[in-house]
């Protein structure tokens, strides 16, 4: 096994990034075939992970810890490290961004600078998930937040420049609020325990046993877990958070879209389970009902919005709203069978979201519109496509045998076992989740009959059907999905332990 494996994933982006750099700005090919195999590199390492990852054991695997930053009071360590968690959303990472390379070779404008950007990007993605100090993880995701910035503001759409400062204004100040409770835990933290850090390890084990609990009181730990869920909750996107999203993913290029479905938004769920639930777990417990309840409120908020979309791009964006509901409502669940499937439906809805937007991003460049009025009959002149875009739908609507399936039954299954005492309600709470899973079939399917199916516009008649190039990522991702949707156990045998650890800091 390669010392130090996981930082040389983590940086390799980094020194992607750096090689492109030297090369001229007209060496076009050349810079994309440095980002494709810098990407295809990462994404090897992190298969080589998956395939050391020990399922049985209980804990962080391939953990590094080194002092960093020592100026007395203040000590910063460089501590990652993986677990159940953390694996898949590792892998989900590095296929969804070599593929968005892939999706992206059709970008002639500034390329260098788009590339070197995806790569900056990819390496504060991949430090996110295997972070396990406060401040690390916090430069790390701010590190997520100028490259998509930048990407959105320069090769998107009409609206880039607004949809790109509204991106980085909310996820700034979602930013900006988990800073300051990361500041408030390291000195509470020290407060009660005499010993200073930014370990998300140290500090679950202060908050949970504090010496000092005058220091460390329920409202104050209250606090604090609402500080973060807000800061997650920007990030997921919960409402009312969530209006940045539509603009952001209608303005941005195909393969960013597919980054921030697919990725960036699984790291507000990954926040939240890692840090929230992870070291405030008695105070998830507490605010369960309130979890659970903006969970279907995005579930059917998202779906209602979707329904009534004319713009097939945008539909999608609120579908995601809608399906991160599902991460909510399993996590509120504080049950077995509902945290493994809001681990699922992280893990699904990034391949899923991102076939779906690679797909609308294959018919806008066809057609040159993706107004749902104005398409129709694409499977006859583009089958190969409309049937992709089709299974896509498939898949988010939760087809058995499909990864959304198995995502939406685990998570539902949690809720209708939650106790009563963590969830009250819960069976009301399912039921009314329910009503969103019958619209999101709902739109989808009114949406596919609109674009694929139906008369055919003439004007439509001689498109290009898929190129060879197209079928990399639609292949790839529609795949994985399949594979999750018919073999489960892939992913459930690596996040089994990491739950039931989680669960029995609550009792469950």
Same mark, same amino acid.
């Given at each position: 096994m390669i010392a130090n494996i996981?930082?040389?994933?983590?940086?390799?982006?980094?020194?992607?990034a750096l090689l492109i750099f030297t090369i001229p700005n007209e060496n076009k090919n050349v810079i994309r075939s440095i980002a494709t195999a810098t990407s295809l590199v990462a994404l090897l390492i992190s298969l080589i992970v998956w395939a050391n990852f020990d399922r049985g054991? /209980?804990?962080?695997?391939? $953990?590094?810890?080194?002092?960093?930053? *020592?100026?007395?009071?203040?000590?910063?360590?460089?501590?990652?490290?993986?677990?159940?968690?953390?694996?898949?959303?590792?892998?989900?990472?590095?296929? &969804?961004?070599?593929? $968005?390379?892939?999706a992206s070779f059709s970008i002639e404008n500034?390329?260098?600078?788009?590339?070197?950007?995806?790569?900056?990007?990819?390496?504060?993605?991949?430090?996110? #998930?295997?972070?396990? *100090?406060?401040?690390?993880?916090?430069?790390?995701?701010?590190?997520?937040?100028?490259?998509?910035?930048?990407?959105?503001?320069?090769?998107?759409?009409?609206?880039k420049v607004y949809a790109s400062f509204k991106f980085l204004v909310y996820t700034g100040l979602g930013s900006a609020v988990m800073f300051i409770t990361f500041i408030v835990m390291f000195f509470k933290g020290a407060q009660a325990s005499g010993e200073a850090t930014f370990s998300m390890i140290q500090l679950a084990e202060v908050f949970a046993n504090p010496a000092n609990p005058e220091v460390l009181t329920s409202g104050v730990r209250a606090a604090l877990f609402l500080a973060l869920f807000v800061a997650f909750a920007v990030k997921l996107p919960v409402f009312p958070f969530h209006t940045?999203?539509?603009?952001? +993913?209608v303005e941005a290029p195909t393969a960013a879209s597919m980054i921030l479905a697919g990725v960036l938004l699984k790291m507000g769920g990954y926040g939240l389970i890692r840090i929230g639930v992870g070291i405030f777990p008695d105070q998830a417990t507490r605010f369960a009902l309130l979890i659970a309840i903006l969970g279907v409120v995005n579930i059917i908020y998202g779906a209602l919005l979707a329904l009534v979309q004319t713009d097939l791009k945008r539909l999608v964006a609120f579908s995601s709203i809608? +399906?991160?509901?599902?991460?909510? &409502?399993g996590i509120a669940s504080f049950t077995a069978s509902g945290m493994q499937g809001a681990i699922?439906?992280?893990? /699904?809805?990034? #391949?899923? /979201?991102?076939?779906?937007?690679?797909? &609308?991003?294959?018919?806008?460049? @066809?057609?040159?519109?993706?107004?749902?009025?104005?398409?129709?009959?694409?499977?006859? /002149?583009?089958?190969?496509?409309a049937g992709f875009t089709l299974a896509a739908a498939m898949a988010s609507v939760g087809l058995p045998g499909l990864s959304g399936f198995v995502s939406e039954l685990l998570a539902f299954i949690g809720v209708f076992g939650a106790s009563a005492e963590i969830l009250p309600a819960a069976k009301t709470i399912g039921v009314?989740?329910?009503?969103?899973?019958?619209?999101?079939? $709902?739109?989808l399917l009114w949406a596919m009959? @609109?674009?694929?199916?139906?008369?055919?516009?003439?004007?439509?008649?001689?498109?290009?059907?898929? @190129?060879?190039?197209?079928?990399?990522?639609?292949?790839?991702?529609?795949?994985?999905?399949?594979?999750?949707? &018919?073999?489960?156990?892939?992913?459930? *045998?690596?996040?089994?332990?990491?739950?039931? *650890?989680?669960?029995?800091?609550?009792?469950?």
């Open positions: 996981l930082t040389l994933l983590v940086f390799l982006p980094l020194a992607g054991a /209980s804990g962080l695997q391939f $953990a590094q810890l080194v002092q960093w930053i *020592d100026i007395g009071f203040l000590q910063l360590n460089y501590e990652i490290g993986i677990d159940g968690l953390s694996m898949p959303l590792l892998v989900l990472t590095t296929v &969804v961004t070599a593929l $968005a390379i892939f500034r390329v260098k600078e788009f590339y070197i950007w995806t790569m900056v990007l990819l390496t504060g993605m991949l430090g996110v #998930f295997v972070a396990l *100090d406060m401040f690390l993880f916090f430069l790390f995701f701010e590190l997520t937040l100028i490259p998509m910035f930048f990407i959105i503001g320069i090769w998107g759409g009409k609206e940045w999203l539509p603009n952001a +993913h809608s +399906h991160m509901g599902i991460v909510l &409502v699922f439906q992280l893990v /699904s809805h990034g #391949f899923i /979201s991102a076939l779906l937007f690679f797909m &609308v991003g294959a018919i806008y460049e @066809r057609t040159k519109t993706r107004t749902i009025s104005e398409l129709g009959g694409l499977s006859k /002149s583009v089958p190969v496509l009314i989740a329910g009503i969103g899973i019958i619209l999101t079939a $709902a739109y009959q @609109r674009t694929t199916f139906g008369p055919m516009d003439e004007k439509y008649s001689g498109l290009p059907d898929a @190129r060879p190039l197209e079928y990399i990522p639609m292949i790839g991702l529609l795949g994985f999905s399949i594979l999750i949707g &018919v073999y489960p156990n892939i992913l459930s *045998d690596v996040i089994n332990i990491t739950v039931l *650890d989680i669960l029995s800091k609550i009792g469950g």
